[in-house]
């Protein structure tokens, strides 16, 4: 049998699969179908010799372009609210159709899908990936642009929304006065107090630009602790935010309580908080324009 041939028939063994994954993504059977013939589009041109598992690797090709389609979703402000409405399983018709059998033997129900409709798009994969396939944090931290103890968080907070433990209001507000604490903090000069409001045991993840960016501003003499891709312990990153953060504002990003830089009003740099027990337990600095462009962000007045 020759090799394209191969390719599609493992592809087609797939598809009901993949079809689940992006339907609970998008709760839409036509945006996953759409979703799916993307994923077959990038997998016939692509070199798969060196993938040992492909129902994993086509599994977040399809997530990451689930995660596009929401973001794309978020961003067309003028579309109707009621635009992405989740199809209905029970309402195909296809009798008995073995796809359509499993779905909905396995279906996450049309009630759900309304509550997803809420999740911001990192929220709603991660939570779909681990909550409903099992995807472990470790796979799904490079999908949704983010390290495994955030994307956790991402999984988590959706998780809560769903189960209707924790309105989101309340867990902002909670969020909102830990990095509050934080940036007076950064900005004053109370050590003491900026690690009181960090973990022990705190990393600090800087993407490439983030670096590079403080790097050259030590080369022009501008003094400031050198930034590097991990910083580890309550110590070690309240020295590299003390006195500090003076130009940051608190946004949501993505959903969640964080600071952005944005000099007229334009992002340079996103922080993103994962907050455990009251304290916060990993930050996540962003500096990549492109990354920067895929985040949900909103200024919060003081």
């Given at each position: ?8 028939e493992?592809f ?12 609970r ?9 759409d ?9 016939s041109r692509?070199?798969t ?13 399809v997530?990451?372009v689930c995660?596009?389609m929401?973001r794309?979703?978020k961003?067309r ?7 992405h409405?989740?199809d ?5 018709g ?12 396995d279906?996450?129900g ?7 409709e809420?999740?911001a ?11 409903m ?8 931290a ?18 809560r929304?769903?189960q ?5 209001e ?5 969020q909102?006065?830990i ?5 007076a903090a ?5 050590f003491a ?11 600090l993840?800087?993407?490439p630009v983030?670096v590079q ?19 580890r312990?309550s110590?070690?990153v309240?020295e ?6 003076k ?11 964080g600071?952005?830089w ?7 740099a996103?922080f ?9 337990v ?6 990549d ?9 909103t200024?919060?007045?003081?």
């Amino acid at each position: 049998m020759d090799e394209p041939k191969l390719l599609a028939e493992r592809f087609e063994a797939r598809r009901t699969h993949l079809r689940a994954v992006a339907y609970r993504m998008l709760g839409s059977w036509s945006e996953a179908d759409d979703a799916v013939q993307e994923a077959w589009l990038r997998l016939s041109r692509a070199d798969t010799s060196d993938v040992d598992n492909l129902g994993g690797w086509l599994t977040t090709v399809v997530a990451r372009v689930c995660l596009d389609m929401l973001r794309s979703r978020k961003s067309r402000r003028e579309e109707p609210l009621d635009a992405h409405a989740p199809d209905d399983i029970e309402d195909r018709g296809e009798g008995s159709n073995p796809e359509h059998d499993m779905l909905m033997a396995d279906s996450v129900g049309l009630a759900l899908l309304v509550v997803l409709e809420t999740l911001a798009p990192a929220e709603r994969v991660a939570f779909v990936l681990h909550d409903m396939f099992d995807l472990p944090f470790d796979d799904i931290a490079p999908i949704v642009g983010r390290t495994p103890a955030a994307a956790r968080q991402l999984a988590s907070r959706a998780r809560r929304r769903v189960q209707g433990a924790d309105p989101p209001e309340t867990t902002r507000e909670r969020q909102r006065k830990i990095v509050d604490a934080f940036l007076a903090a950064a900005r004053g000069d109370d050590f003491a107090a900026l690690l009181e409001v960090l973990d022990p045991e705190v990393v600090l993840h800087a993407d490439p630009v983030a670096v590079q960016v403080s790097l050259a501003r030590q080369a022009q003499g501008v003094p400031a602790p050198p930034l590097s891709p991990e910083i580890r312990g309550s110590t070690a990153v309240a020295e590299t935010f003390f006195g500090r953060a003076k130009v940051a504002d608190v946004a949501l990003v993505d959903g969640a309580v964080g600071l952005v830089w944005a000099p007229g009003g334009h992002p340079r740099a996103v922080f993103s908080f994962t907050i455990a027990n009251g304290k916060i337990v990993a930050i996540d600095l962003v500096a990549d324009p492109k990354r920067i462009s895929e985040f949900d962000l909103t200024i919060l007045s003081g």
